[in-house]
């Protein structure tokens, strides 16, 4: 874990500077870093952007550092021998932008009108960097909204210029890049929601900041981090198993799903939990979908329920909760059967809500789920989109989405995957102190081909089975995320994203694994 906190914490503007400060004061120039930066953008920039397809580069320069390092970028593609044209919306400029923008002109390369940049092949975002506070207006707002209807590629320097650094929003209007080179840590802004549709495709530009420095200011208990999907396809799956294991010892998880109106949500959350091996499998629904559902899970001990008179489980037989390791309560469950999610929620098993068993649970009201879940001795997993978060902690609504999200956390001392673009999964640290705050974790990739009704059911499927395996409610929160969303990016890279429907997702979750175990042989 040398560099974990270089390579995964999430910043904030202010972490950044003070991060940046220490670094110069331990005699690093601020010219020799600006030259190191610019020439690792460099290096990428070459990469996906080659001489011979994207000979012609416009650079958007702004008045201060991130503008110098776009100086320092086209001085080097000028170099290559690409055609490069600067376009800067400002008369002046910090002393050391400011000479390389003489040296730049010195070499010849034209600063002339935005309207000049139009037949380029490439434009380079390098208006404005981390810490913007001002909306931007007047005359740039026009020239930025100019660029982003010229459907040229852009590449954004640290961040598309015009998002908030923390909050990701727009500051009256934004860049929509191409790819953004988000520069030394990730900040805080890009991993956001409202970010997503301005910043393309992300990736962090290292600088090699000594860890130290990210240490002294962020400190031992950071709570904002950013998920390596990568790594957890690598370390996390397959789930490894004994060799002489059986089927007691992988677990029991127990779905109490479904109703008449809403069946197939039963069988989606049993397809995400026979996904992960779980070693016995039990499905409590209504007495009229018992058939159909031993038909389709024939592996599944199915257990009818009395429904109601609209065909939701109206109780559940005498069963004995203990002898289950986890319990998913709530995939199309429909409202009438908020009794029976009380009694589960009442039960001391480890347990994952999703759907109508967290709006039962929010029936409660904000002091009643408080109460309830700090009184709980195992694990609760809560799946909330953000319309279910509102309604579970209506408090919050009016609160920023992430800081909301570790409120509830640190509130209910439960793990909540609050379900998004980007979906953020926080849980309480393992610590005796009160006033630590909950950690947050960030999916960085998913696809909006997951926008379809059914599959949140396959991924609380997912966390059941792999709850009821025995790992720890955060870790299994993290790698069913991954799992869930890695599937979906590549079903999506093979038959479109319209092509991933829930059946279909669920049906792909091992055959996904194989390929990754195909590509580590």
């Known amino acids: 874990m040398v560099d974990v906190l270089s390579s995964q914490a999430i910043a904030n503007a202010s972490q950044m500077q003070a991060i940046e400060n220490l670094i ?19 290096q990428r920039l070459t990469e996906l952007y080659p001489a011979q397809i994207y000979a012609r580069i416009g650079v958007l320069v702004g008045s201060g550092h991130n503008g110098g390092d776009a100086l320092v970028v086209a001085r080097e593609l000028h170099h290559q021998g690409r055609q490069v044209k600067i376009y800067t919306p400002f008369a002046k400029s910090k002393p ?3 000479v390389h ?18 037949d380029c092949d490439l434009i380079i975002d390098g208006i404005f960097g981390f810490g913007l506070e001002r909306d931007v ?36 209007t934004a860049i929509r890049a191409t790819n ?66 059986h089927k007691y010892e992988i677990g029991h998880v127990l779905l109490v799903v479904g109703s008449q109106k809403y069946g197939g949500a039963a069988l989606l959350a049993a397809m995400g939990a026979k996904a992960t091996g779980v070693g016995m499998l039990s499905i409590a629904v209504p007495h009229s ?48 059967a908020g009794k029976v999610v009380e009694q589960i929620i009442n039960c001391d098993r480890n347990l994952v809500l999703d759907a109508d068993g ?51 956390v640190n509130q209910t001392k439960s793990t909540i995957l609050l379900k998004g673009a980007r979906t953020a999964i926080a849980f309480p640290q393992d610590t005796e102190s009160q006033d630590t705050e909950s950690q947050v974790w960030i999916n960085p990739e998913s696809t909006p081909a997951l926008a379809r009704g059914g599959s949140g059911d396959v991924l609380a499927g997912l966390i059941g089975g792999l709850l009821a395996q025995g790992l720890a409610a955060n870790d299994v929160a993290i790698i069913a995320t991954v799992w869930h969303s ?22 792909n979750l091992l055959p996904f694994l194989q390929t990754l175990k195909t590509k580590k042989l």
């Open 24 to 42: 110069f004061q331990a005699g690093m120039p601020v010219a020799a870093l600006m030259e190191k930066v610019a020439l690792r953008i460099m």
């Open 96 to 98: 050391l932008t400011r």
């Open 101 to 118: 923008g003489c040296y730049a002109k010195g070499l010849g390369i034209p600063f002339g009108s935005l309207e000049a940049l139009q």
């Open 137 to 172: 207006v007047g005359d740039l707002a026009i020239a930025i909204n100019t660029i982003n209807n010229w459907q040229i590629p852009i590449v954004s320097i640290d961040l598309p210029s015009g998002l908030h650094t923390d909050r990701g929003n727009v500051m009256g």
């Open 180 to 245: 953004t080179f988000c520069l030394g840590l990730w900040k805080r802004g890009l991993l956001t929601e409202t970010a997503t549709p301005y910043i393309g495709k992300l990736e962090r530009i290292s600088f090699d900041i000594p860890e130290k420095f990210v240490s002294q200011i962020l400190g031992d208990q950071h709570p904002l981090w950013r998920i390596d999907p990568h790594a957890i396809l690598r370390d996390r799956l397959p789930i490894t198993r004994s060799a002489i294991a």
């Open 289 to 336: 979908l018992k058939s159909l559902i031993l038909a389709q899970v024939p592996d599944a001990l199915v257990i009818g329920c009395p429904e109601t008179e609209s065909g939701a489980i109206a109780s559940l037989p005498d069963l004995d909760l203990q002898k289950y390791q986890a319990i998913v309560c709530g995939c199309g469950l429909s409202l009438d």
């Open 358 to 408: 967290l709006n039962a649970l929010a029936a409660m009201g904000t002091a009643q789920i408080i109460q309830k879940s700090n009184q709980r001795n195992s694990a609760m997993i809560l799946t909330p989109h953000w319309g279910e978060f509102c309604r579970l902690f209506p408090e919050l609504r009016e609160v920023e989405r992430l800081e909301a999200l570790q409120t509830a």
């Open 486 to 507: 890695q599937t979906a990016i590549w079903l999506a890279s093979q038959r479109t994203e319209m092509g991933v429907d829930p059946v279909t997702l669920a049906q």
